[in-house]
């Protein structure tokens, strides 16, 4: 038997920063708080068969399309409502039993799955290799490092009992791996010869979060954690800088976020770190989401466990070394970025079905033929590497099934119908054009001519929707010279750039009085001489704020 020592739990998953929700919200939130779970509401069906051809007048029953259930909340009318309104409907998560975990389901799974994909590739073509260590870790190691326990206390979930019996040191359940990573580093490394180490590890932590919100904070969530050790301090700096680098490349090239990458400020800077880097993500309601950080560790960790190394003269010295994670975050932060009142709208590359086929058919004369049809344009497409689906069940209309799959994001869908066998042709709608706009038709089933325009129409949704984030972004974004442009800014809801080189004090000042904190200080910084907004004093940098989840 085991038991957990933990810090009572307040709130549910709900926003840190809402203050206040609709009573319409309230009455959801209250039901799912009674009943853990989030339940299926699929967006009523909103297809309108006007302006639309002929064929798909005939073979849509509009009648039996729409589904007897809450509609997605819009998200101009309550941005967290929203977000859990689509995490319920697209079947991404539900609340575990215990409050502020979350249950990942397959949908939502598979999208971390394409994380983990893409990253796993990079972690090892840059020297990683994966591993794992135990989720029990002692109290005594997170004392080790004063600013590493004064950093997580308030969130440690803590083992006192196990087999029945009081335990002799209480446990800590794994909040992050710094402490037993080193205790581990000693016995490993005793030489030069040994560095540098380089490992990652895809694991649980558990954080005892207060205010908590499904995927962008959880009391546990899911990451991957790399830990390093080099016998430089140039080495370990690079370690870093490289890691901020992929996660920038996958955040723009992948996830279709326009990322800004930067330093942390002391304040904001990993708890045992010397520097934090970060990429920062504005969300649609223009919050900044912390996406990834990579930690310059220095030799904190290490001269707190005595992590040693016999260097090339025969001296000892202790290793210098980096910590680095995306999480389950992210999941969260491509839902913020990219969806609509329709539901999720993925990136293509990131999507788990890239594209949808529906075959539709009146008469029971015309199903084999249209089955048939859809069957050989599937096999077409995944021959070519295209993630597709053939939703081919009758107990749902072609229209009920637009709009479920359009709620779930996938980013094309072809429909087949009986004139469309008979023209050797598809019908293609593009989830982030909707209605008419995005909807072509006769396109060829032809192989080569299929493949190709699918491909292609999935390149130009992956590149329109980072163009599209990135215009949303730097419209957001304003350039600010004294305090009170600053808290203008913020008083907005947007971000505030600006020149700073003031105190620590200051900052927290800011953070009191707006709400809104240094996102980082970008590595991208403009020419000229400068002067911090607080203080007159000439500044070398200027630095983003703005309120954050």
Not at 431 to 453: C, H, N, T, W
Request: aromatic share 10%.
């Amino acid at each position: 038997m085991m038991s957990l020592r933990l810090t009572s739990f307040t709130h549910l998953f709900s926003s840190p920063s809402t203050a206040t929700i609709s009573r319409r919200s309230t009455a959801i939130l209250r039901r799912r708080r009674h009943c853990h779970q989030f339940r299926p509401r699929i967006l009523a069906a909103t297809f309108s068969v006007q302006g639309a051809a002929a064929e798909t007048r005939d073979r849509v029953d509009n009648s039996k399309n729409k589904v007897p259930d809450r509609i997605i909340t819009p998200r101009s009318q309550d941005f967290n409502a929203w977000y859990l309104d689509v995490i319920a409907s697209a079947e991404l998560a539900d609340y575990g039993p215990v409050r502020g975990t979350m249950v990942i389901r397959p949908y939502g799974y598979a999208i971390w799955e394409s994380i983990q994909e893409y990253l796993n590739v990079k972690l090892k073509e840059t020297g990683h290799s994966n591993m794992y260590f135990p989720q029990f870790i002692p109290y005594s190691f997170i004392e080790k490092e004063a600013s590493h326990v004064e950093g997580f206390s308030p969130e440690l979930a803590l083992v006192t009992i196990g087999g029945g019996k009081e335990l002799e040191e209480k446990l800590v359940v794994r909040p992050t791996s710094e402490t037993i990573v080193n205790h581990m580093f000693t016995q490993w490394i005793h030489s030069y010869r040994d560095l540098p180490l380089l490992i990652n590890q895809w694991a649980n932590v558990t954080r005892w979060e207060m205010r908590t919100k499904p995927f962008v904070r959880t009391l546990e969530f899911l990451w991957q954690e790399g830990h390093t050790a080099h016998g430089t301090p140039e080495e370990a700096e690079n370690e870093a800088i490289q890691m901020i680098d992929i996660y920038t490349r996958f955040a723009y090239e992948q996830a279709a976020i326009p990322v800004i990458a930067g330093r942390k400020s002391k304040v904001e800077t990993f708890a045992g770190a010397c520097k934090t880097y970060t990429i920062e993500a504005m969300m649609g309601d223009k919050k900044a989401l912390q996406a990834g950080t990579s930690h310059n560790l220095g030799q904190n960790f290490a001269r707190a466990f005595g992590t040693q190394f016999t260097d090339e003269n025969g001296q000892r010295e202790y290793v210098w070394q980096t910590s680095w994670a995306i999480s389950t975050r992210f999941v969260g932060g491509i839902i913020m970025t990219h969806g609509d009142d329709a539901g999720l709208m993925l990136p293509p590359k990131m999507a788990p079905i890239q594209v949808v086929i529906v075959p539709i058919w009146k008469k029971d004369d015309e199903k084999m033929a249209v089955l048939n049809a859809a069957s050989s344009v599937k096999e077409v497409l995944q021959s070519s590497g295209v993630r597709v689906k053939l939703d081919d069940s009758d107990q749902r209309t072609p229209g009920w099934k637009f709009n479920f799959w359009e709620m779930k994001g996938v980013p094309l869908r072809i429909e087949i119908g009986p004139r469309d066998v008979s023209n050797g042709s598809v019908v293609i709608s593009r989830r982030d054009i909707p209605g008419k706009p995005g909807k072509v038709f006769g396109i060829s089933m032809e192989p080569s001519i299929l493949q190709a325009y699918v491909k292609d129409k999935l390149d130009e949704i992956q590149s329109s929707l980072l163009e599209r984030a990135i215009a949303f972004r730097d419209s957001n974004i304003i350039d600010v010279s004294t305090y009170d442009d600053l808290k203008a800014a913020i008083s907005q809801g947007k971000w505030a750039r600006g020149p700073w080189s003031a105190s620590d004090e200051d900052e927290l000042k800011v953070k009191e009085e707006t709400g809104a904190t240094i996102r980082c200080f970008p590595f991208e910084q403009p020419e000229g001489n400068k002067r911090c907004l607080m203080t007159g004093d000439p500044a070398q940098e200027v630095a983003i704020f703005a309120k954050s989840y």
